[in-house]
């Protein structure tokens, strides 16, 4: 059973432009999450998508978006990049109620 | 005052001895989790648990409800559970809303 693929692995970007990462969940999950880790910061919960609607937000900028498409794919997007959204984006899928399965991560650079 | 706090912070122990990692909450929740992540990044859920005891192997998590409190234990530790181990918890029933404790970072020397 494959598990939780997040893409890209690594990026770099500039201030000011905008990114857009991916995540595809354990198949038949529908529950995707993202969390933001910073070494100051630690995890933060970003958002939560269920069967392609919004279903819970964290305390973040609308700068950070999401969605989720019919198969369960999730995408978040970050404008107007900031030096201080370098930080290692973590997606996890699971069953409703279960426990959570997470991706690698993708480690976003800001220069 | 974070609504998750663990304890120690870091840790240090040599191969063989009984680990044991602490977590308080403050906050009502549906369900507690413990994480491990290795360097690179990923994180691999080890135990999710709303009441009791669960073994897996040489960890053991507990949770008292009561005194929002939960004990993460490793028997006959090895250089291979070096790793950052997370306490978690959903506040949310049945949804991926976590919010994390800071971690604690795990050195098992040979």
């Known amino acids: 059973k494959a598990g939780v693929t997040q893409t890209p692995r690594y990026l770099i970007k500039t201030r000011g432009q905008q990114v857009t990462l991916s995540c595809s969940p354990i198949?038949?999950?529908?529950?995707v999450s993202w969390y933001q880790q910073t070494p100051g910061q630690g995890l933060q919960f970003l958002f939560e998508?269920?069967?392609?609607?919004?279903?819970n937000k964290g305390n973040f900028p609308g700068r950070f978006s999401g969605r989720q498409f019919s198969n369960s794919r999730s995408e978040m997007n970050v404008s107007t990049l900031e030096l201080g959204d370098s930080a290692l984006y973590l997606c996890a899928s699971s069953l409703e109620g279960s426990e959570a399965f997470f991706g690698q991560g993708t480690r976003l650079t800001v220069v | 005052k974070n609504e998750v706090e663990q304890s120690p912070q870091n840790l240090t122990a040599q191969e063989g001895e009984f680990i044991t990692i602490n977590c308080s909450y403050s906050?009502?929740?549906?369900?507690l989790h413990w994480l491990q992540q290795h360097p690179g990044g990923g994180i691999v859920s080890l135990f999710m648990?709303?009441?009791g005891k669960k073994k897996h192997g040489r960890l053991i998590a507990t949770i008292n409800i009561q005194e929002k409190h939960s004990s993460l234990h490793i028997t006959a530790s090895h250089p291979r559970d070096s790793a950052v181990y997370i306490c978690?918890?959903?506040?949310?029933?049945?949804?991926?809303?976590?919010?994390f404790g800071q971690g604690t970072r795990l050195t098992i020397n040979p």
């Open positions: 906050v009502g929740i549906s369900a």
């Open positions: 648990l709303s009441s």
């Open positions: 978690a918890v959903s506040i949310i029933q049945g949804a991926q809303k976590l919010v």
């Open positions: 998508y269920f069967s392609e609607t919004q279903r």
């Open positions: 198949s038949g999950h529908r529950s």
